[in-house]
């Protein structure tokens, strides 16, 4: 059973850099587009990027100047870097596994909450 | 970017009711479509894909339909723990788009 698990620091300053790690667990990384999408407090879902295990990135236009997704296979874990937060970025940041034929996240994980305050 | 315009953004119903919700696409996303369920606090739960298929495990009760530009997503008789939020998504091209939700509450 693939478990994702998001891990990184709940609070972070205007104009600095918010940094999340998603370990997965009871499967391998490779394959699978590994994806973060954002939801701000009492608002709908916001698709952010992938990092495909073949090293292929695709980020949200609306993020890109500011966004990397990285993947580490050795430690079976991605990540994700926003550059110049701003209080905009306060959300629950959720990492998940989107799969291909079906098209489809098909696990997720239970999701972090990031506040951008000073 | 593609939009996606879900109606109605939020609806009253009673256990056993059928339910219906409607996501628009603004271009043709052929049957690129998936449904998904989020309670209070949790993580989405993926329901459907490809517009009509049920994931593993999901109950029979839920169902989508639809192709293009319009979809639907049925709830044949409303469970207790079908109250929650629910989001689609298009596949069709980058950036992935959600619907802006349909929150179906207890009447």
């Known amino acids: 059973q693939v478990q994702l698990l998001e891990s990184g620091p709940g609070l972070v300053k205007p104009s600095e850099t918010l940094s999340l790690t998603c370990i997965v667990s009871g499967g391998s990384i490779s394959t699978y587009y590994w994806t973060w999408i954002r939801q701000p407090p009492g608002k709908g879902l916001e698709w952010i990027g992938y990092?495909?295990?073949?090293?292929?990135?695709n980020y949200n236009p609306s993020l890109r100047d500011r966004v990397t997704i990285s993947l580490d296979s050795s430690k079976n874990q991605f990540s994700l870097r926003l550059n110049s937060v701003t209080a905009a970025d306060t959300a629950v940041y959720y990492c998940?596994?989107?799969?291909?034929?079906?098209?489809?996240?098909?696990?997720w994980g239970q999701g972090t909450l990031v506040t951008v305050s000073s | 970017a593609i939009q996606m315009t879900q109606s109605p953004s939020s609806l009253s119903a009673s256990v056993g009711d059928r339910v219906t919700i409607t996501c628009r696409a603004s271009?043709?996303?052929?049957?690129?479509l998936g449904w998904y369920q989020q309670k209070p606090g949790k993580a989405p739960n993926l329901l459907i894909y490809g517009a009509s298929r049920l994931h593993s495990g999901v109950p029979s009760r839920f169902s989508g339909s639809g192709s293009g530009t319009d979809f639907t997503l049925t709830i044949s008789s409303l469970q207790p723990e079908d109250f929650a939020t629910y989001y689609c998504l298009q596949d069709y091209n980058y950036p992935l788009t959600f619907g802006g939700g349909t929150k179906v509450e207890i009447k």
């Open positions: 998940a596994r989107r799969i291909t034929r079906p098209e489809a996240f098909d696990i």
């Open positions: 271009q043709d996303i052929r049957n690129d």
């Open positions: 990092f495909y295990y073949t090293g292929n990135t």
